[in-house]
């Protein structure tokens, strides 16, 4: 299994500012994903990082808005650009371990007032 | 694409009692399928995962099984107990849609367990 921390675990932040939320990672991966979980509902993958090249983002998600930095196998940086009141949610950070399970981050909970 | 269909948002149930949570989805049968529990302000955690040429799997008191015919995944908790509340989430792996080794995931079903 792998264990993984973000931080901040919180934080309220002002429109039109932007956050960076950071994923450490106890072993070395190929594979981190970052995901969003708004309230009430089931988590929503923004985007696929892997180590030594671009992220790839899902549908609806663009880098200028997440951008996103994987400079090593356990480290990975998401940022949620000039923000609304709408990206408030919780933001996962994922690992693919062995046997194709996941292991996820406590989350970061974001409010934009 | 892919749509994955949790039916029950909540269920609530007596101690003891076997709680049984579906999973549906409606295109294409994955390689596998998993399911995980989320506590509240918790990531998600990893319970059990089936492959597609698997009808059963158990995992103490978990059972899990899977019907690519119907399209659907039962999981299943004997004996629950009130420690087991929590939202359950059903994930499928993304590869054949989008190539990607990533998971989708359910709305989830809330468990309830009454003492």
């Known amino acids: 299994s792998a264990v993984i921390s973000q931080k901040p675990s919180r934080d309220i932040c002002q429109r039109g500012t932007s956050l960076t939320i950071q994923c450490q990672v106890d072993?070395?991966?190929?594979?981190m994903f970052w995901y969003r979980q708004q309230p009430g509902q089931s988590l929503t993958l923004i985007a696929t990082a892997n180590q030594g090249s671009e992220a790839t983002y899902e549908s609806g998600f663009v880098i200028d808005k997440f951008p996103i930095s994987r400079p090593n196998l356990t480290f990975s940086t998401l940022t949620v650009s000039n923000m609304s009141p709408e990206d408030s949610s919780i933001y996962l950070c994922s690992v693919l371990g062995q046997k194709e399970t996941q292991y996820f981050g406590p989350g970061t909970r974001l409010l934009v007032l | 694409s892919q749509k994955i269909e949790q039916n029950s948002e909540a269920l609530n149930i007596q101690e003891g009692k076997t709680a049984t949570l579906t999973c549906n989805y409606t295109?294409?049968?994955?390689?596998?399928l998993q399911w995980y529990r989320q506590d509240p302000g918790r990531g998600p955690v990893f319970l059990l995962l089936?492959?597609?040429?698997?009808k059963e799997k158990r995992k103490e008191r978990l059972k899990v099984t899977f019907d690519t015919t119907l399209k659907q995944s039962l999981f299943h908790i004997t004996a629950s107990q009130p420690a087991d509340s929590a939202t359950y989430l059903c994930a499928l792996d993304m590869r054949i849609d989008t190539g990607r080794r990533a998971l989708t995931f359910g709305s989830g079903t809330r468990l309830q367990v009454q003492p």
């Open positions: 295109n294409y049968s994955p390689a596998y």
């Open positions: 072993s070395q991966v190929t594979m």
């Open positions: 089936i492959r597609e040429n698997e």
